[in-house]
C-alpha cells in the first residue's frame, strides 16, 4: 500500500470509530432523557428482588445502548444510598446480558438481498431518512420530547454512518496479505484477549470494539478462532468505565465498579479456561470459519446468556469479594449515619438532570422535614427542658445547614443544563424555599437556646403567660406544617391557606405583647419573663414569615412570576372575601383566653 492509501485507510478507520462512539452516546443521552429521569427512579424501586432486578438490568442497558451507561447509573446510586451492594449486583449481571442487543442492532448491515422489502431492514437503507427527520425535530420542534426523539434518531443515524464508513476504510485490507497474516495472531487465544481488553480500554466502550471486528469482518476474513478472544476481552476491557467513574465516589461506589470487574474477570477467565481445554481434545471445526457480523452478535450474546443467569444465585459473593477488598471501618460507619440523605446528591445524576432534579427535590423535603422536626422539639423545651432533646435540636439545626449548602450548589449545577417547563418551576420553588426552611430551624435553635437559659436560671412563665404561649406555639406549628405539606406536594391548595394564619400569626403576637406589659404594669410578672416572651415571640412570627415566603414562593412561581412583597400587598389590597374569610376562622381556631385585670 502507497502512503496515501495507507493514510486514507488510517483516517477513515479513526474518523469512522469517532463517529460510532459519539453517535452511540448522542443516542445513549437522548434515550435518558427521554425517560426523564424515570429509568433511575424505577431501577431504585424494583430492585428488592433478584431476578427483577435482572431483568430489568437487561432491559435498560438495551434501552439505552451501554453497558458501561447502566453501570454508572449503578454506582451513582449505590454512592447515594439509594441501592445496596445486593441490589446492585443484581441490575450489573442483568447489564452484561442488555449490552449484546447492540452488536445484534450492528449486524443489521450484514443483510444482502435483492429483494427490496428485506433490503430496507439494512441500516444503510433507511438510515438517511433517520437523519432527515431526526435533525428536523432537533432544529425545529419545540417540546422537549420531540428534540429527544430527534437526538435519538441523530445518534443512531451518526453511530450508523460510523460502522459504515470503518467497513468502508478497512476494506482495501482484504488485498493485503501482511493484513491478513497480522491478524491471524489474534488466533492466539492470549494475544486476542488482550488486544479486547486493551483497545476497548481505550475506546470505552465493548459496543465500540465489537463494532469495530463486526466491520472488519464485512471487508475481511474474520475467523471465530480471532473473533472469540477479542469479544472476550473486550467484556473485562469495559470494566475501565464503571472504574473511573467510582474514583471520586464513597466505598460503597467503589466496591460497585469492583463487582462489575470481579464478575467479568470470572466470567473470561472460566470461559478461557473452559472453552480452550476442551477445544485442546475436541479441535472445534468451525473456529476456522468466518464469523461475519452475526456470528460475533452471536458470540457476545452466547457468553453472557450462559454466564450472567448461572451467575445469578451467587451474586453474594462478588458483594462479599467486594467487601474483602475495600472493608466497612468504623469512620465508614459514622459517615454513612451522618450523611445518608446528602449522598442522594450524587454528581452522576447531573448527566440526567429530571432525575437530579427528583433527588434533590427529595432531599429538599427531607431538610424541611428536619426544621420542622427540631421546631416542634424546641416548643417543647419551653415547659419542660429536655437536654437530651435539646441536643437532638442542635444536631437537626446543624443536619439542617449541611443540607441547604449542598443542596443550593447542586440546584445551581442542574440549573446551567436544560429542563423543561415543569421541572424549571420546580427548580425555582427548591431555589427560592430552601432559605426559608434554613432559617426555621436558626428560630428553632434560638428557641431551643432560651428555653435552656430559662431552665438554667429557673425561669418560667407566668400560668396566664404560658396559656397564651400554648395557643401561639399551636399556631406556629399547624402553619408550619401546611407549608411542608404544600413544598412536599407543591400543593397551590395548601399554599393559598397559609397567608391568613400568617396574619392571625401577626394579631397573636401583638396581642401577647399587650397583655404581658398590662401584666408588668401590675407587678405580676417579671421583666426577665418578658424578655424570654419577646424573644421567642419574635421567633414564632419569624418562622411564620419564612412559612408565608414559602407558600408565595410556590404560588408565585407557578404563575411564572416570584415576586413575593407584589402578591402580598395585591392580596391584601383586594380584601378578597375568601381570605377574609379563613382569617375569621383562623382568629376563631387560635383565639387567646379571655382574662380580666
Known sequence: MTALQMFSLVAGLVGGLAMFLYGMNVMSGGLTKAAGGKLEAVLAKVTEHPIIAYLFGVGVTALVQSSSASTVMVVGLVNSGIMTLKQAVSVILGANLGTTFTAWLLSLNAISSDNFLINLLKPASFTPFLAII??????????????????????????????????????????VDSFVD??????????????GIIFTMVIQSSAGTIGVLQALSLSV??????????????EVGTCITAILSSLGANKNGKRTALMHLY????????????????????HFAFMEEQSGMVGIAGIHTLINLVAT??????????????????????????EQEENEAIRTLDERFLKNPPFALQQARQAAVEMA??????????????????SEIADEVDYLERKVDRYEDQLGTYLMKINSHHLGEEDSHTLSVLLHCITDY???????????QKARNMSDNKRKFSPKAEIEMGV???????????????????????????????????????EVKRRHVRRLRKGKCTIEQGFDLSDIGTDFERIADHCSNIAVGIIEVNDDAYDAHGYLEALKADKREDFDKAVEFYERKYELPAVKY
Do not use: C
Request: glycine share 6%.
Open 134 to 175: 431526526g435533525i428536523g425535530l432537533y432544529m425545529f420542534a419545540k417540546s422537549d420530547k420531540k428534540k429527544n426523539i430527534g437526538t435519538i434518531l441523530l445518534g443512531f443515524s451518526v453511530l450508523m454512518f460510523g460502522m459504515s464508513s470503518m467497513s468502508s476504510a478497512v476494506s482495501p485490507l482484504k488485498e
Open 438 to 448: 434554613e432559617r426555621i430551624s436558626d428560630h428553632a435553635l434560638n428557641i431551643m
Open 369 to 386: 422535614t428536619m426544621s420542622r422536626d427540631a421546631l416542634v422539639k424546641a416548643i417543647g423545651l419551653i415547659n419542660e427542658f429536655d
Open 309 to 334: 443467569p448461572l451467575m445469578l444465585p451467587f451474586a453474594g459473593l462478588l458483594v462479599k469479594l467486594a467487601l474483602k477488598t475495600i472493608p466497612i471501618d468504623e469512620k465508614e460507619k459514622k
Open 472 to 510: 401561639f406555639s399551636a399556631a406556629v406549628q399547624e402553619i408550619v406544617e401546611l407549608s411542608l405539606k404544600s413544598f412536599e406536594n407543591l400543593d397551590m391548595v395548601v399554599a393559598k391557606e397559609i397567608e391568613p394564619l400568617e396574619e392571625t400569626i401577626d394579631g397573636i403576637q401583638k
Open 182 to 195: 497480522f491478524l491471524t495472531t489474534f488466533s492466539n487465544p492470549i494475544i486476542g484477549f488482550l488486544v
Open 263 to 282: 464478575f467479568n474477570i470470572i466470567k473470561a477467565s472460566l470461559f478461557m479456561i473452559i472453552f480452550y481445554t476442551v477445544n485442546s481434545f475436541v
Open 221 to 234: 476474513s474474520v475467523k471465530y478462532s480471532m473473533s472469540i478472544p477479542v469479544v472476550v476481552g473486550a
